[in-house]
C-alpha cells in the first residue's frame, strides 16, 4: 500500500451542500479520507445551501447520508464522531453576495489556508455563483472553484460557462472534473503504458488492429430519468467519460506528469478525431433506447415508462471513431455505453493484429486467435493479456487461448479501492490539475460531439430501441459485422 500523507490544513466549502451529489459522494469520500488518516486536524467543511438550517440539523443530514452511503464496516465511531465536528452550514438563500460576503469572514479566520469552493450545483449557476465569489474576493491565490460536470449542453453552452467563470477565476484555479480520470485502474493505464517498454513499443497502428472501449451501466434512469431527458448517453457519457478514456489510450508520452505536458497531449488527440460527416451518422454512430426486459432475473421498465413520456432521449450510445494522426491512422476506435446493459462493466481491449503467416497448419487445423489486452476499469479491476500457447499432453500441436491475468485487489491485498473521488478532492487541496480538464480540452470534446447532436435534434429518427438486459440495439453489432470485427463480449 503507498503512504498515506497528510494534506496541508484547509477549508472545503460544498455549495449545494444539501443535495444528492454532496451526500452520496463528496461527503463519503472526506469521509474515507480521515478514516485513512489523510485529513488535518484543522480542517473544515462547510456546507452552503438555500435551505434554512442549523448546524447540528445539517449536521444530523449529513450522518444519515453517511450512514446510508458508507458501508457499515468503515464506520469507526470515534472517527465517524471527529469527522462529523468538521461540519458547519451557512444558509445562502438567495445566492446575493451578503450571503458571500458571510462566507468570507468565516474563511478570512483562517487567511493562510487553501481554500477549496466546490460547485455541486446545476452549472446554470456556476457563472453567477463565480461572480459573486469574485466580488467579495474569494478569487485570490490560495482559493480554487471546482466544476461538477455536466458543463454546458452543447459546444456554444460550454463556451458561454467557461467564459463567465474566466471573468472572476484564472483557468489554473479552476478544476472541471470528471471522477473517471480519478479511477485507480484509469490511472494504471498510463502507468502501463509509460511504465513498461514491452506495451508502449507496440501501441500503433503497426501491431494494434482496433480498440474497443466500453462503459457498461446495468442499471437504468431510474430516479434521474427527468435528468436524463435534457442529457442522454451522448452528452452525459461520450462527450466527457468515455473521450477522457480514448485520450488516455490514444495520447502519446507526455514530457512529465506535470499537468499541463498531460492536457497538452490529451488535447492533441481530441484535436486528431476526425469530424463526423452526414454518411457516418448513418454508419458510424447507433443511438439507442431500452424497452422493458429483465436483468439479473428481475423485470424492469423501459426508459419510456420510467420517464412517463415517449421520447427521443438515446440510453445507448454506439460509435467508430479515428485518431487522424501517425500513429493511430487506419485503426478504428469502438465506443459503446448504455443503460440496462447485461452488467456493469468498464473496459478497454487493445485488439492486436492476427500473425502474419502460420507455421502451424501442417501439423493442426486449430487457428491462432490474435492477441488481444484486456484493461478492466471496473468492477473487477486488473489486466487480462490473452495468448496463444500449446495445448499440453501428447498428440501433436494443438494450439489453445489462454490469458495472463492481474487482478489489482489479489496482487496488492486491497481490501477495497478508494473511490475516485477521494483522490480528486484531495488533488484540488495539493494544487495538482493532472486529472482535471483544461477548458481548451474541455470545448475541443464538445466540438466533436456537437454534430453528432445537432443531426439528431433536427431529425424525426427515433433511438432503436434494445431489450433491456441485452447488450444494446442489433445496429451496434451490425456496425462492427460491417467490418469484419466483434464487440468483447461476443469474443469472450
Not at 157 to 173: L, M
Not at 221 to 250: E, F, I
Amino acid at each position: 500500500m503507498s503512504k498515506i500523507i497528510v494534506v496541508d490544513p484547509f477549508d472545503y466549502v460544498v455549495v449545494g451542500g444539501t443535495g444528492d451529489l454532496a451526500k452520496r459522494k463528496l461527503f463519503p469520500a472526506l469521509y474515507h479520507r480521515e478514516l485513512d488518516g489523510q485529513l488535518p486536524d484543522e480542517a473544515r467543511i462547510i456546507g452552503v445551501a438555500r435551505s434554512e438550517l442549523t448546524r447540528d440539523a445539517f449536521k444530523a443530514q449529513v450522518e444519515a447520508a453517511l450512514r446510508e452511503f458508507v458501508p457499515a464496516a468503515d464506520i469507526d465511531e470515534a472517527v465517524f464522531a471527529k469527522f462529523l465536528n468538521r461540519f458547519s452550514y451557512q444558509p445562502n438563500n438567495a445566492f446575493t453576495v451578503e450571503g458571500y460576503q458571510k462566507l468570507k469572514d468565516t474563511l478570512d479566520e483562517h487567511p493562510d489556508r487553501v481554500r477549496v469552493i466546490y460547485l455541486a450545483t446545476p452549472p446554470s449557476l456556476f457563472g453567477p455563483i463565480s461572480a459573486f465569489l469574485a466580488e467579495v474576493g474569494l478569487n485570490g491565490p490560495r482559493d480554487r472553484l471546482v466544476l461538477e460536470k455536466p458543463l454546458g449542453h452543447d459546444l456554444p453552452s460550454s463556451q458561454e460557462i467557461n467564459a463567465d467563470v474566466a471573468k472572476a477565476f484564472d483557468e489554473a484555479q479552476v478544476y472541471r472534473i470528471d471522477h473517471y480520470l480519478g479511477k485507480e485502474s484509469v490511472q494504471n493505464l498510463m502507468a502501463l503504458r509509460f511504465g513498461n517498454v514491452l506495451f508502449e513499443s507496440i501501441w500503433s497502428n503497426a501491431v494494434v488492429d482496433h480498440i474497443q472501449i466500453t462503459v457498461a451501466e446495468d442499471i437504468g434512469a431510474g430516479d434521474r430519468a427527468t435528468y436524463y431527458s435534457k442529457s442522454g448517453a451522448l452528452r452525459d457519457m461520450v462527450q466527457n467519460h468515455l473521450a477522457q478514456l480514448l485520450c488516455l489510450t490514444a495520447m502519446e508520452a507526455p514530457a512529465s506528469m506535470d499537468a499541463d505536458s498531460v492536457r497538452d497531449e490529451k488535447l492533441k488527440v481530441l484535436r486528431s478525431l476526425r469530424p463526423f460527416n452526414a454518411e457516418d451518422l448513418t454508419t458510424n454512430v447507433v443511438r439507442g433506447q431500452y424497452t422493458s426486459g429483465a436483468i439479473n432475473g428481475e423485470s424492469v421498465p423501459g426508459y419510456a415508462t420510467e420517464l412517463g413520456e415517449a421520447t427521443t432521449t438515446e440510453t445507448y450510445v454506439a460509435l467508430k471513431a479515428h485518431v487522424d494522426n501517425w500513429r493511430w491512422a487506419g485503426v478504428p476506435f469502438y465506443l459503446r455505453t448504455g443503460k440496462r446493459l447485461p452488467v456493469r462493466s468498464s473496459e478497454i481491449v487493445i485488439q492486436f493484429k492476427s500473425i502474419p503467416h502460420s507455421i502451424f497448419r501442417p501439423y493442426t487445423t486449430d487457428q491462432a486467435v490474435p492477441n488481444r489486452l484486456v484493461i478492466r476499469l471496473q468492477p473487477d479491476e486488473g489486466v487480462s493479456l490473452r495468448l496463444m500457447t500449446k495445448d499440453p499432453g501428447p498428440g501433436g500441436m494443438r494450439l489453445r487461448a489462454a490469458s495472463l491475468d492481474l487482478s489489482f485487489k489479489d496482487e496488492f491485498e486491497l481490501e477495497r479501492f478508494p473511490d475516485a473521488y477521494e483522490r480528486l478532492l484531495l488533488d484540488v487541496v495539493r494544487g495538482n490539475r493532472t486529472l482535471f480538464m483544461r477548458r481548451d480540452e474541455l470545448e475541443a470534446a464538445w466540438e466533436w460531439v456537437t454534430p453528432i447532436l445537432n443531426v439528431w435534434s433536427a431529425s424525426d429518427d427515433e433511438p432503436k430501441p434494445y431489450q433491456s438486459g441485452s447488450w444494446g440495439p442489433t445496429a451496434a453489432a451490425m456496425m462492427m459485422d460491417r467490418d469484419g470485427r466483434h464487440w468483447h463480449e461476443d469474443m469472450r
